[in-house]
């Protein structure tokens, strides 16, 4: 790939503040919520203008869920801080995905939820005119998704997997009909060519592969077809989580995904990469102080503490109830690590056996999201889980045959190691990789 540097800023889900967000029904909503939607605004406009400093690099990606639910104002506020960066001397390409037009849009104002005016899928292409749409070389009107010249000999295919008559995360016959032809174009016209697309194009950690909704359906299909067809980059979201992963295809041809994380939310990131000569440089920056009072915390911490509470929640949600769910509840909350594992016959290393068991699921829960995952071999956590796969392997081997999808082979003791810890010879969050290597 030639040389190019910019920034990569996804699933801002900027909601517009003077809609509402407060209240009972609000605090009831938040609970349940990975990421901040009263203050997405402020982070937004803090990471803009912490962009806008930065002269030496005028492109910035951004693959979608721009907007919390496609509200029409949430789109209006957004486009008007995009247009302040644009005047900051940025170029800015965009793509939208489900939060944009296909979810409910809804706000909260007193102690209610209400809903308010949403945005009609038709209408993006001219909402973003100036950011993607009105330069573009080709637009699939069907599905938006167009193609770029965001540099010199350099093409960007933006690729809208999420458009309101296909199914979610999915590109149909058409689409790749029209991308070939794309592709083909790019390379008579001596263009290179990368992708961005809003679901991971690569499962994230190799238990996604189970999880429908984690990646594009029918992933190595759309992989192969991209990296046989001269793609060899693509930037993704969708999944709110740090993760860089390949695919080589069966003709030998790799295809690298960088799947950043959720702007708003923990682990709350965004991607500063360059390329030259060949050598793809990923850095990952925190998102920048927006004004909040984080009481101690540091920002990090503040972001981290919101995705554990809706962790904790969830659990808990899902054992609402009366009856076994009732003393379920109870003993998860209070049950240590410890006790669990003398109840399972499962040796558990001293420094984890006083750590409640909800707690540390809360912490392997936000690790993945962090990516490379930590508990590696030698490590206390992975240690105790390798135990527990070894102890219930009789189930898990029922379980497996279940899980198998087109004949292939699942053996979730190995998805599940590795994704507790990175087995990967580069990180998710800072690394260099050579590109360049396809027929
Ligand atoms: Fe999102
Ligand atoms: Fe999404």
């Known amino acids: 790939m030639k040389n190019i540097n910019f920034y990569l800023v996804t699933d801002t889900h900027y909601f517009e503040p003077s809609l509402g967000a407060c209240g009972k029904a609000y605090d009831e909503y938040m609970k349940r ?36 639910n ?10 008007k801080e995009l247009y302040r960066l644009k005047e900051a001397g940025k170029q800015i390409y965009v793509i939208t995905a489900g939060h944009d037009y296909g979810e409910k849009s809804r706000a909260f104002v007193g102690d209610e939820c209400i809903e308010v005016e949403g945005t009609p899928f038709e209408i993006i292409p001219d909402l973003y005119r100036d950011f993607g749409y009105g330069n573009a070389l080709a637009v699939d009107s069907r599905t938006l998704s167009y193609v770029a010249e965001v ?115 923990s682990p709350a990131k965004y991607r500063k ?5 060949s050598v793809m440089r990923v850095e990952s920056l925190d998102t920048p102080p927006f004004g909040i009072d984080t009481n101690g915390l540091t920002l990090q911490e503040y972001f ?23 003393i379920a509840k109870k003993i998860l909350n209070k049950i240590t690590v410890g006790t ?69 082979k699942v053996n979730l003791t190995e998805m599940l190691i590795n994704t507790i810890g990175n087995n990967k010879d580069f990180s998710d969050n800072n690394t260099e990789i050579i590109l360049g290597g396809n027929k």
């Open 340 to 408: 669990l594992g003398r109840l399972l016959f499962i040796k558990v290393d001293k420094s984890i056996k006083k750590v409640k068991f909800i707690d540390l699921a809360g912490e392997i829960g936000i690790s993945i999201f962090k990516g490379d995952m930590p508990f590696v071999e030698g490590n206390p956590v992975h240690a105790a889980i390798s135990r527990f796969l070894k102890r219930f392997r009789f189930i898990i081997g029922k379980i497996e045959p279940k899980l198998s999808k087109n004949g292939a």
């Open 304 to 326: 981290d503490r919101q995705f554990n509470y809706s962790i904790k929640n969830r659990i808990n949600g899902a054992l609402d109830g009366g009856g076994i769910k009732k």
């Open 70 to 79: 496609g509200e029409i104002e949430s789109h209006k506020g957004f486009i």
């Open 273 to 277: 990469i360059t390329v030259e000569n």
């Open 33 to 68: 919520e990975q990421y901040f939607m009263a203050e997405s605004s402020d982070i937004v406009k803090a990471t803009f203008n912490k962009l806008a400093q930065d002269k030496s690099t005028e492109l910035v990606i951004i693959p979608g869920d721009l907007t919390k």
């Open 151 to 265: 540099k010199e000999g350099i093409r960007m295919l933006a690729i809208n997997c999420d458009s309101p008559d296909k199914q979610k995360g999915s590109i149909d016959s058409e689409l790749y009909e029209w991308m070939k032809i794309q592709l083909d174009k790019a390379r008579s016209d001596g263009c290179c060519m990368f992708a961005i697309c809003h679901y991971p194009l690569i499962p994230s950690v190799p238990v996604f592969d189970l999880v429908g909704d984690a990646k594009l359906r029918d992933w190595r299909k759309a992989a192969s077809f991209l990296a046989d067809n001269g793609v060899e980059l693509i930037l993704t979201g969708h999944m709110h989580i740090q993760s860089i992963n390949e695919f080589v295809s069966e003709n030998g041809n790799r295809i690298v995904d960088v799947c950043t994380s959720c702007l708003v939310g």
